[in-house]
């Protein structure tokens, strides 16, 4: 009656070995194994994609940033004194004045010409504390 | 039988041994060259692998501009590209032809020149183009040509054209500042240049396996100037027209503001072309010197204000205190006389001053004395560079009885007095004048308002340097610049609607031995307006060759240009309702 434990414990691992589980488990692992080993690949192989992504969107911000500079360049010539004196006289058909003459208005003097956005500092942008509190409070809706 | 079998097969045939021992050494040697190149020699060939696959690239970052003072862009960077072509990919010269011609039509030059300079160089790529405009890098790169890549840099723009070229200077195809602004100013208008790995494949295609780059560097910060470009538009112009009409061989016009010492022109002439300054020649590298800081002049009676300054200040002399002028001043050996070799008689200090006597200024300086003539000279900052930041500013040259006691005479006082035998820049000139239109204050001339940069701006504020003279004395000083202007032809400096205020100069050119050429220096210096000075003015026009006299050859340039710049700058005229 008495059973040899050895025996019966070599007889359960024959079991669980002749089991149809146990190759699908092996399979299982194998797959586990093989796609773990597959991870650094997918992960490098990202990386790359990613990387390209970034080249080309930097690329692209390059060429945004040549696009907007030469509009600038642009700008600047169209502003140039030589340009605009060129339009007033031959496209416009102005001419000097021979006599400036000054009437003294009681209003105030414009505001004075500041300089480009792009050429300001970050200290000198206005604060909205220079409008009034309903207009501040209007600022608020959506 | 079984028996043979058994034998022949426990017997290896001797072929089969030798095969295998063959094998075996080839596989040892084999087995030896690969230790040799993955072990022994690993740091050679692997450095030399990197260096195909890994490239440096330079990065560089937006250069800074140079704005006029009310942010105009006098100066400004745009993208551009260089074309570069690799050696080898263009070795079939059918292939190369087809690629070259393509290239030229869109960006332009000579076929067969192109497809030379790619494949006669001696290193692995070549430049064949610079400098592409943005669209044309575009064309480039849409048509895909083999071998061929695009190099990003910058290029440099002037949208006023050559408007203050000397003042502004230019930058190399280093895209490095090499005179002016651009080169003073280097450091804060770039911000240097980084550099950037990149990895790529046999066909020398970027690759993005590896993350091997570097990030461009901050971009340079802008400048403003103090420069406003009308003015120094207009300072141009005026001294081109007076140069041509008079035959001179050059001047210079500075424009300054007396209460800040802002320089608002700085025009000098001949200049050059900002946008192809040719470094060929040698001799014209002196056009890209800025005169108005480097040249230093005789500055003649101009400088008689000084001396007039120094009499009032010092309370020896009051604008009505008289003297007589015979004609002649006497000094040990030398004889000084007037302009005109007049004798005048019974005259006044402002009569001095008005008729711009030699004598009297000689008179005026004797009766002073060098040592507290020379103090009054050192005040207005004679002798020394201004201090405007700029390069290459000239200090002068004064001599006097302490600096130079061996080369120093009596004569050299009297001569010095009307503004012989010592040199000045005109900068320094029209800063001392500027001084006397500002109640006697010499402020600090400068010529950068504000640099802005990544991190914020940073104003320059005026900067007074001393109290040249008393308010009093200097206010008398202009009431007598006033008379001079009243005092001349109408013909030459007629500006009804401003009270103007200035004197004249016609100065000797020294030769360098001691003696004086035959041509002259002419200038006027002048203030606008009389009541509440907002501009000084210098014009000097180098050796005219038809008259000499500052009164006819400088005062109208000055008249213009204070007329158009104080209705510029919304100052009401004479009569305004």
């Known amino acids: 009656m008495t059973a040899n434990p050895r025996a019966a414990r070599a007889h359960g691992l024959d079991r669980l070995l002749r089991s149809p589980s146990m190759p699908v488990l092996l399979a299982l692992a194998l797959a586990a194994i093989g796609i773990a080993a597959l991870l650094p690949l997918l992960q490098s192989s990202w990386a790359t994609t990613t990387n390209g992504h970034i080249h080309e969107l930097e690329r692209e911000k390059v060429d945004w940033q040549a696009r907007v500079q030469e509009l600038e360049a642009s700008t600047a010539a169209l502003s140039s004194l030589d340009r605009i004196e060129k339009e007033a006289t031959d496209r416009l058909k102005m001419v000097y004045p021979a006599k400036t003459i000054y009437i003294t208005v009681p209003a105030q003097a414009p505001e004075e010409a500041s300089l480009p956005p792009r050429l300001l500092g970050p200290g000198q942008e206005t604060t909205p504390t220079d409008k009034p509190w309903w207009e501040r409070a209007l600022g608020w809706l959506p | ?577």
């Open chain 2, 1 to 577: 039988m079984r028996h043979a079998t058994a034998q022949g097969a426990l017997k290896p045939n001797w072929r089969i041994g030798a095969l295998a021992l063959l094998l075996a050494l080839a596989l040892l040697l084999v087995a030896a060259r690969l230790f040799q190149l993955q072990v022994m020699e690993h740091n050679y060939y692997a450095s030399a692998a990197r260096e195909n696959q890994l490239r440096e690239e330079n990065l560089t970052s937006r250069r800074g501009a140079i704005l006029d003072r009310n942010g105009y862009p006098l100066a400004v960077s745009v993208e551009a590209y260089d074309v570069m072509v690799e050696k080898e990919v263009w070795q079939d010269p059918t292939k190369a032809a087809a690629a070259a011609q393509k290239l030229v039509g869109i960006a332009g030059g000579d076929a067969a020149a192109l497809t030379a300079t790619a494949t006669g160089s001696g290193a692995f790529e070549a430049i064949v183009a610079r400098g592409l405009t943005y669209e044309q890098a575009l064309a480039v790169r849409e048509a895909g040509l083999p071998g061929v890549r695009l190099v990003e840099g910058s290029r440099r723009l002037h949208p006023e054209g050559n408007l203050a070229a000397q003042l502004l200077g230019f930058v190399g195809l280093d895209n490095q500042g090499l005179t002016g602004i651009e080169a003073d100013m280097e450091t804060t208008l770039s911000s240097g240049v980084s550099k950037r790995t990149i990895e790529r494949d046999g066909l020398g295609n970027e690759l993005y396996l590896l993350d091997v780059g570097g990030s461009p560097p901050q971009p340079g910060a802008d400048i403003v100037l103090t420069i406003d470009r009308y003015i120094q538009r207009l300072a141009e112009r005026e001294l081109s027209a007076a140069v041509k009409k008079h035959q001179a061989s050059g001047g210079t016009i500075i424009v300054l503001d007396v209460k800040t010492g802002a320089i608002r022109a700085m025009a000098s002439f001949p200049s050059f072309d900002l946008a192809n300054p040719d470094l060929s020649d040698e001799s014209k590298a002196g056009l890209f010197r800025n005169l108005a800081i480097t040249d230093q002049y005789e500055p003649g009676s101009v400088f008689k204000l000084i001396t007039g300054a120094a009499g009032f200040d010092s309370g020896l002399v009051g604008p009505q205190t008289p003297w007589y002028d015979s004609g002649v001043f006497k000094v040990e050996s030398s004889t000084i006389r007037n302009w005109d070799l007049s004798a005048n008689g019974n005259q006044t200090v402002t009569q001095l001053l008005a008729k711009s006597l030699n004598t009297g200024a000689a008179w005026l300086s004797d009766l002073m004395g060098p040592e507290r003539f020379y103090d009054y000279v050192a005040r207005f900052g004679f002798g020394e560079p201004t201090g405007t930041g700029l390069s290459g500013e000239a200090a002068g040259l004064v001599r006097t009885p302490s600096s130079d006691p061996d080369g120093w005479r009596a004569v050299d006082l009297a001569t010095n007095s009307f503004g012989q035998g010592l040199t000045v820049t005109p900068l320094q000139m029209v800063a001392a004048l500027g001084a006397i239109a500002n109640g006697g204050l010499l402020m600090r001339p400068y010529v950068v308002q504000e640099v802005i940069g990544p991190q914020g701006s940073e104003i320059y504020q005026p900067e007074a340097i001393r109290q040249a003279i008393s308010p009093q004395a200097a206010r008398t000083l202009m009431d007598i610049m006033a008379v001079v202007v009243n005092s001349l032809t109408p013909l030459y400096l007629n500006v009804p609607e401003y009270e103007l205020a200035g004197k004249t100069g016609t100065a000797s050119i020294a030769k360098g031995d001691g003696t004086y050429k035959d041509t002259y220096i002419s200038s006027f210096a002048g203030v606008a307006p009389l009541d509440d000075p907002s501009i000084a003015v210098l014009v000097k026009i180098d050796e005219p060759k038809d008259v000499p006299w500052g009164s006819v050859v400088a005062a109208p340039a000055f008249a213009r240009i204070a007329k158009a710049v104080l209705t510029y700058y919304n100052i009401p005229s004479r009569g305004s309702e």
